[in-house]
Nanobody, 126 residues
Framework: QVQLVESGGGLVQAGGSLRLSCAAS????????MGWFRQAPGKEREFVAA????????SSGDSVKGRFTISRDSTKNTAYLQMNSLKPEDTATYYC???????????????????WGQGTQVTVSS
């Protein structure tokens, strides 16, 4: 089992930027894909971005393409989500997650991830 702790959330004005971090401990972080998801009140959990176990492949949701960038530093067991040009509709709790299978296909479905952080709140004011 891996433990994940997100940080970096907060309140920002529309057009601003935030950088989220996800620190992992436990099983070997380097073998697993990492994902970021978000959930706003009353809405389903939404895929934001994912990065492959070796960092060579990334994927992102349509609503954040061109604005958000996912990265990872396996030497620090940490994944990042750089969020630029933030919009009020980006307001949500953001969760990082680790894939259930090592060296797996990069995916955006919550069911493909079995370890989740507690979440960090991002609020974008208009």
């Amino acid at each position: 089992q891996v433990q994940l702790v997100e940080s970096g959330g907060g309140l920002v004005q529309a057009g601003g930027s935030l950088r989220l971090s996800c620190a992992a401990s436990g099983r070997s972080f380097s073998w697993y894909n990492m994902g970021w998801f978000r959930q706003a009140p009353g809405k389903e959990r939404e895929f934001v971005a994912a990065i492959s176990w070796n960092g060579g492949d990334t994927s992102s949701g349509d609503s954040v393409k061109g604005r958000f960038t996912i990265s990872r530093d396996s030497t620090k067991n940490t994944a990042y989500l750089q969020m630029n040009s933030l919009k009020p509709e980006d307001t949500a709790t953001y969760y990082c997650a680790v894939s259930s299978q090592p060296f797996g296909r990069l995916g955006g479905r919550p069911g493909e991830y079995d370890s989740w952080g507690q979440g960090t709140q991002v609020t974008v004011s208009s």
